[in-house]
């Protein structure tokens, strides 16, 4: 499979690779979903180790108890998230969602980033199974409602310039709900448990 290893090979994980791998492992969810439901699970500070992630993974696509990815699908799984992980811990820019590309139909796209939104929620309800909504900021819970909201959006019947506009601005939404959720629950929990720096005696 030289295609597959040149792609992994690249900073950015294919979709299209991607989604015919799963395809050909009888896979039916997208690669769109499943980024998300990694990003949900990272952005409660679970997913980080490799066997975690597969076995998550493996229980949403209903594989039967033991089953376990093909080990090259299962090394793209972990690329994604190695690829989310990295975005996460920037400065964001360098966070992606894994969608069609743009030369694919709009409503493709626009599906793909519902089903991204759908898996995000299912990863972040995983990680954070033992949290209350109560426990959530304001700001959080607004995010994951509007996500909720983009998971349930219809193919639009037009695809005209409009169109295009407003799904760049709901992707980008979704980047940064999900960017602000993790620096919420992870970032600044990370930071609290380290302990203030010292300063240094003034000298006068």
């Known amino acids: 499979m030289p295609a597959i290893t040149e792609r992994l090979m690249s900073n950015q994980i294919d979709f ?15 690669p769109s979903e499943l980024q998300g439901l990694t990003a949900g699970l990272l952005a409660t500070g679970h997913g980080g180790r490799d066997e975690e992630l597969l076995g998550v993974l493996a229980s949403h696509v209903d594989f039967e108890p033991g089953q376990q990815f093909e080990p090259a699908l299962g090394g793209m799984l972990v690329a994604v998230r190695d690829e989310l992980a990295s975005g996460f811990a920037g ?22 980033i519902a089903q991204w939104c759908e898996g995000f929620l299912v990863g972040f309800g995983t990680g954070s199974a033992n949290t209350h909504d109560k426990d959530l900021s304001q700001e959080i819970q607004e995010a994951l409602s ?11 019947d037009q ?6 506009d407003m ?8 980047r940064m709900a999900a960017l ?3 620096t919420e629950l992870v970032m600044r929990r990370q930071g609290k448990a380290e302990p203030a720096p010292t300063a240094p005696p003034t000298k006068h």
Do not use: K
Request: glycine fraction near 8%; charged fraction near 25%.
């Open 91 to 112: 400065t964001g820019l360098a966070l992606h969602l894994l969608l069609p590309g743009d030369d694919e139909d709009l409503g493709l796209r626009v599906a793909a």
């Open 16 to 30: 299209e690779v991607l989604a015919q791998s799963l395809s050909a492992a009888g896979i039916a969810h997208s």
């Open 146 to 156: 509007d996500l909720a909201a983009i998971s349930q959006v219809e193919t639009p």
């Open 180 to 182: 602000m959720i993790y």
């Open 167 to 174: 799904f760049e601005q709901v992707a980008e939404h979704c």
């Open 159 to 164: 695809d005209g310039d409009e169109e295009e």
